[in-house]
């Protein structure tokens, strides 16, 4: 088991509205200075576009800093998932973290026509849990396809939009989980008391329970990476974000290695 870091730890400091964009270089040293070694470029479609020479000097990039990478994209259509087992192949990826964005019967077919090279090539496509997939109906996609390079990336916050608890979806995925995604989350009441924001916070200070997740996962006993992400509202400008970012993914693998000690 692994700890480390997504994109999604960055995920300002990359976007446009920041005025000067890091780059993937960038996350890895990030990472690495930071005393973390593994980085999922995850939901970063920069990374598609990179050439032979780009992804052979991002490779070399992370191997230098001692920072395994993995992948995370969206999707399952077989041309698809083609391309980011050249990506892992090229950066030297065993597990690519992908979403469901169709129906049940469509996506068992996708995979099912894609997995055997991520078999042959030893690299895990983990499904993640999300809103806009019942987790049972996640589940379901996962054993019909019975593939030992198919399972799920479980990030419980996701599905609470969906009025999934996160107990529940924590229960119902443990056995196939392969990745998690670390990011603690809290509702807070809107101006007026009209409504509430589901958004992140620092870890260990929201509804995120860690021990039940770890207890039903077990990732130390079967080699589950950690992966910290926020879900950090944007804070009016992009240095005080920027800074308020920095802050989060510091305290929040301080406080996740404490953990796990």
């Known amino acids: 088991m692994t ?101 049940r019967d469509n996506a068992v077919s996708a995979l099912r026509q894609a997995l055997p090279a991520f078999e042959k090539a030893g690299v ?7 809103e806009k997939v019942p987790t049972a109906t996640l589940v379901d996609v996962v054993v019909a396809v019975d593939s030992p390079a198919l399972g799920i990336c479980l990030d419980p916050a996701n599905c609470v939009a969906a009025l999934e608890h996160p107990t529940d979806t924590v229960e119902k995925t443990a056995p196939w989980v392969r990745n998690i995604h670390v990011k603690d989350f809290a509702f807070t009441r809107k101006d007026g008391w009209v409504g509430f924001t589901l958004a992140g916070c620092p870890l260990g200070e929201g509804l995120l329970d860690y021990p039940a997740m770890v207890a039903a996962v077990r990732p130390a006993e079967h080699g589950v990476n950690q992966v910290i992400e926020h879900w950090l509202p944007w804070q009016g400008d992009s240095r005080t974000t920027r800074d308020l970012e920095n802050h989060w993914t510091a305290t929040n693998l301080d406080t996740l290695r404490s953990w796990n000690q």
């Open 3 to 103: 700890i480390g870091l997504s994109t999604y730890a960055f995920f300002w400091q990359w976007h446009p509205t920041s005025p000067e964009p890091i780059d993937l270089a960038d996350m890895i040293d990030r990472t690495a200075d930071l005393g973390a070694t593994l980085f999922q470029i995850c939901d970063y479609p920069l990374v598609e576009e990179y050439d032979a020479a780009a992804l052979r000097a991002l490779r070399t990039r992370a191997e230098r800093r001692d920072v395994e990478l993995e992948l995370g994209t969206r999707g399952v259509a077989p041309d698809h998932l083609a391309r980011y087992l050249d990506l892992a192949r090229a950066l030297d990826v065993t597990l690519v973290r992908s979403m469901l964005t169709t129906d």
């Open 124 to 130: 895990t496509v983990a499904l993640e849990t999300y």
